[in-house]
């Protein structure tokens, strides 16, 4: 079992920049590869980041250039930097965790832990 639980999220003005934090728990964090989705009223969640555990790392084309993930196995945590970010960015964000082997990490299908979810609004 995994506990994930993300934090960071909060209003910003467009141009601004925010960073979410998640915190995972309950298996060995510096084995799994992790990953950062997000979802907007109304529309499908969408693949944002991910991370493996030897740290490459992968963007969703809107977040190319803007957002950066990191992790740091000593406290079990993977941060999203996000800059530049614009109105479109306005979504609950969600960490991820343990992606099925060989499983595509672009879908949600693919991963078997979510935290709660950290909102993150953009105001023009």
């Known amino acids: 079992q995994v506990q994930l639980v993300e934090s960071g999220g909060g209003l910003v003005q467009a141009g601004g920049s925010l960073r979410l934090s998640c915190v995972a728990s309950?298996?060995?964090?510096?084995?799994?590869?992790m990953g950062w989705f997000r979802q907007a009223p109304g529309k499908e969640r969408e693949f944002v980041s991910r991370?493996?555990?030897?740290?490459?790392?992968y963007y969703g084309d809107s977040v190319k250039g803007r957002f950066s993930i990191s992790r740091d196995n000593a406290k079990s945590t993977v941060y999203l930097q996000m800059n530049s970010l614009n109105p479109e960015d306005t979504a609950v964000y969600y960490c991820?965790?343990?992606?099925?082997?060989?499983?595509?990490?672009?879908?949600?299908?693919?991963?078997?832990?979510w935290g709660q979810g950290t909102q993150v609004t953009v105001s023009s």
């Open positions: 991370i493996s555990w030897s740290g490459d790392t």
């Open positions: 991820a965790a343990d992606k099925r082997r060989g499983a595509d990490y672009r879908s949600p299908g693919s991963w078997g832990y």
């Open positions: 309950g298996r060995t964090f510096s084995t799994s590869s």
